[in-house]
């Protein structure tokens, strides 16, 4: 326990010296996989298909309010329904338009829980981010995660119904608009997945704020269970057993995601809790405080001492100067003149 306490202390310290880059690097990485998970499952554009595209988008979200990543993820949505049928990118367009209007009026900041949302609901774990989200945030951002599930299930029935979409001639422009309101609205399987989301997020921000011991971990435990109860009653409800076990599974996932997650934003002792009282004038207050747990982590230090190295001067005062001789021009002739008679005498 005292080493994961330590590992968790050098990861705030790390994640709190490079703050701002690990931010950048955190939307990058979940722009990029929520662009190329759109485009695995509906790339219906060819150009949209490229790397380079998901790649430049995501680089853009890096830096820009979370916002943005919803608003990029929703236009590469609506280019490749276009590629599909004009239609269904009218009235996918439409629902765009409200469920922005539903997110800037409630959630206006939380977009990175609808892109993540829609990102693991694809990786078949969906169920942490109700929690997570409960666990991190206000009640409010309950509408987040609906949102982005709902999303989850657009990009599953035009996947699905790709073919009928794109039928041009054998179905007219008014049944491709019919068949798309019908596909994307009548799923039943999709209601049972957002109440059970909404009220797992409910449940979790409402639960870990109880004083009682272990709330939090209450509250993830029940987060899971009310998913778990209301998705498999849906699933029985609507005769398809046979994903019970993939829904058990991703919810057992789901829990260890959670319960790890909660480790690395809050560790508690229950076992040291004090209770204290005081007043003022109007009000008299009973409180109950837990004390973090904290492991002081050595900040080691190494410092390099380098010895100063002192030129001395050498001083030439008093020393003689090894003079230079330079030879003149009557010099240099008698020289040649002599190395010409000593030749011709040498003949």
Known sequence: MVQLLKIKEHIYRFIGKYEIYAMAVFRFLVAFLAFSLINHQIGYMDILKEYPIALLCALLCSFLPSGMMLFFGALLILLNCYALSLEL???????????????????SKKGIYTVLTSVLGIAGIPYVMPVAAGILDRIYTVVAVVCGEFVYFLLKSVNQNAALFSAK??????????????????????????????????????????????????????????????????????????????????????????????????????????????????????????????????????????????????????????????????????????QVLKELHDK
């Open 169 to 338: 001639e054998t179905i007219t422009k008014k049944s491709v608009v019919t068949l798309a309101v019908l596909q994307i609205f009548t799923d039943k399987e999709m209601y049972f997945y957002l109440a059970a989301f909404a009220a797992a997020t409910v449940i979790v921000s409402c639960v870990r704020r109880l004083s009682v011991d272990h709330a939090r971990t209450i509250a993830i435990v029940l987060g899971i269970a009310v998913q778990l109860g209301v998705i498999c009653s849906g699933e029985i409800y609507l005769g398809e057993t046979g994903r019970i076990v993939r829904v058990i599974l991703g919810c057992m996932v789901s829990l260890v995601i959670a319960l790890v997650l909660d480790f690395m934003i809050l560790s508690v002792d229950y076992s040291r809790v004090e209770h204290t009282q005081f007043e003022d004038d109007e009000y008299y207050y009973y409180v109950r405080a837990v004390p973090k747990v904290f492991v002081s982590v050595e900040d080691k230090q190494v410092k390099h001492i380098n010895a100063k190295r002192t030129k001395k001067r050498k001083s030439t005062r008093g020393k003689k100067v090894n003079s230079v001789h330079v030879n003149t021009k009557k010099e240099i002739g008698d020289e040649l003149e002599e």
């Open 89 to 107: 990118c009218g009235i996918v367009a439409l629902i765009f338009v409200a469920l922005f209007c539903i997110y800037y009026r409630f959630t």
